[in-house]
């Protein structure tokens, strides 16, 4: 593997978190140092716009050596790269916003990762991740791919059936999130954690959480400040009201069940009747994101296009950016620093099924993620939870590459979101209509 020189693809260049991103690598070129920076995506209008950003970034930053290149052609694209970064989002903000509010309309939960919407964007997004894994096992077989994209677990399944061998590692950065949330707001430092956590993606639990700096497991005494006060929002979050909604929510979880500190986004799981009935059918955070995130991005490739002055850039995603950068920093170096990875079960937790794709600590170096065993079995009501968010997942990614309209259907059904198997077959049958341009055809 090279150690200079690097050339870093980002597929999906034009999304909003491709500032976060490159200014991470920005930070870090002594220990990462690239020298050419490729955007890749498949809507030109946002590649051009972020094309801009980022080349006013490099210019104010003094990095204006570094080669910028935006480009539609998969070809020109991943030809020699060394790092990709995967953050595509398949049919874009408008299909999300089908995956939010078709849902809705039968009472189910309308979510982009959670529930049928969820799977929803999966089957969209194993099309689009096998194609780019496709390129570059095409174009540059040992480029490491660093994925973002969701959903991940179904990613993950999808892309060990068809390319086994492919250098590609997961990660969420839901769990860092939460971690940095929560170290804000109660007055810790989340450098100092080690994390325990086992689960699927989007779907897990804290065990312990031990700080270095104070010699002891703080996950109690946060559960317990938790439970009486729910999280404020942090400033990665901020305008964004939903984030608030899903704080509450964790807070009621760990009064319900206050042995784990869980990950937020089963307040889908353990209250879908609640989720919809607070929800605004014709306002979901879809349409947020876009008036949001979306729009303050196409403002500031405006005003750099018309040569505005002052402090155009503003952005601030927290740890997101700064994660990829670092696992791709310990595969270079080969540091084995620890991270939480969507990996093969292999008895990482020994009471799940082997072949599942859990979510658990790892440490990565450069032959990749090496996991972290529980070394114990996982509580029962934990298990029967993940197994059948597993079995669901499984039988989703079956449906994908058979074509099987009946896998995708029990599917559905099993999702712990949907309470009938009437419901589940309404919800699929408009999403099919929906993502006629983006699913395989199911017979």
Known sequence: MKQTNLHVTIAGGGS????????????????????????????????????????????????????????????????????????????????REKDEKIPLKYGLVGQETCGVGGFSYGLRSIKGLLGVVGYVQQYAPDAWILNYTNPETLIAESIRRAYPDAHMINACDMTISIEETMARNFGYDRKNWICQYYGLNHFGWYTEIYDKSLERDVMPELIDKLKNKPMKIASFNKGDQSWQDAWNKLSKILNLFPDYLPNNYLEYYFFPDIVVDETDPNYTRANMVMDGRLKHTKDMANEIRNNEEGNILDFDFGEHGQYIVDMATSILNDSHERFMLILPNHGSIPNLREDAAVEVPAYVGRKGAEPISMRHNIPDFHKGLMEAQNAAEKLLVDGYFEGSYQKVLQAFTLNQTVPSADKAKLVLDDLIIANRNYWPELH
């Open 16 to 95: 909003t978190y491709t500032p976060g991103i490159t200014q991470a690598v920005l930070n870090n070129l002594d220990r990462f140092p690239m020298t050419k920076l490729t955007l890749y995506d498949i809507d030109e209008e946002r590649n051009e716009d972020m094309y801009l950003i980022i080349q006013y970034m490099l210019k104010i930053t003094g990095h204006d050596d570094i080669e910028l290149l935006a480009t539609l052609d998969p070809k020109e694209a991943f030809t020699d790269c060394d790092f990709v970064f995967s953050q595509i989002r398949v049919g874009g903000m408008e299909m």
